[in-house]
């Protein structure tokens, strides 16, 4: 186990877990689940052993190559489809399978597939969207995980336009449930500041149709 060390001061802002949305759905910042030492550890297996591919899109009738790299895992022989392609899931490894359950007791619920991202650095990111795919029913709960650069993520309301960020650290989790996802879209913005890169473990429940 490593040292906890207890900080002589409070950061700034409210402290984890609390709610970041102020209506229409429920994001928690639970904070850092994974502590210092294991994070660095997990990131490192994670970059190396993950089989990353660059995602395909099709945006106003092209077929894109996004910067951002993919991997998806998941149980038994799934298919999911995203960004219009369906990809069959990778078998858990087991420091996915150790981090599902440890986000499955923070969380208290159940996820069956992952959606793993890699942003090289600030110059990748993703842009506005909604995980609202009917394989994962009305409400879903969709578990981030992040590990590596810390960066800003931000939530616009659907109708007022209203926005709302939070800085995901290294080892920590945001779980997106209830109505999130019919309200609010989400983004990972670019930004110049960032040179190192980040790795992001989106936890989903798939329902069989
Ligand atoms: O990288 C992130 O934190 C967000 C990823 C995301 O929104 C997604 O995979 O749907
Ligand atoms: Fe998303």
């Known amino acids: 186990m490593a040292e906890q060390f207890q900080l002589g001061f409070d950061p700034p802002g409210p402290r984890p877990p609390y709610q970041v949305l102020p209506q229409d759905g429920e994001a928690i910042y639970y904070g850092k689940i994974v502590s210092g030492e294991e994070a660095d550890g997990l990131l490192q297996t994670l970059l190396n052993e993950v089989p990353w591919r ?11 190559v996004t910067a951002r790299q993919v991997a998806w895992y998941g149980d038994q022989d799934f298919d999911y489809t ?15 399978l150790q981090l599902k359950e440890r986000v499955e007791e923070a969380a208290g619920a159940n996820y069956n597939s992952c959606l793993l991202n890699l942003y090289q650095d600030g110059n990748q990111g993703m842009g506005w969207h909604r995980d609202n795919e009917k394989e994962l029913g009305p409400q879903p709960s969709i578990a981030s995980v992040s590990l590596g650069a810390e960066r800003r993520f931000d939530f616009r309301h659907q109708e007022s336009r209203d926005k709302v960020s939070v800085v995901l650290e290294h080892g920590s989790l945001l779980v997106m449930q209830g109505t999130t996802q019919a309200h609010w879209q989400h983004q990972m913005p670019k930004t110049k500041k960032v040179t190192t890169p980040r790795v992001n473990l989106t936890f989903r429940r798939i329902v069989r149709q």
Do not use: C
Request: charged content about 20%.
């Open 82 to 96: 995203y960004s219009g392609h369906t990809h069959t899931a990778l078998e858990w490894s087991a420091p996915l």
């Open 54 to 64: 660059h995602d395909e899109t099709v945006m106003f009738g092209k077929r894109i």
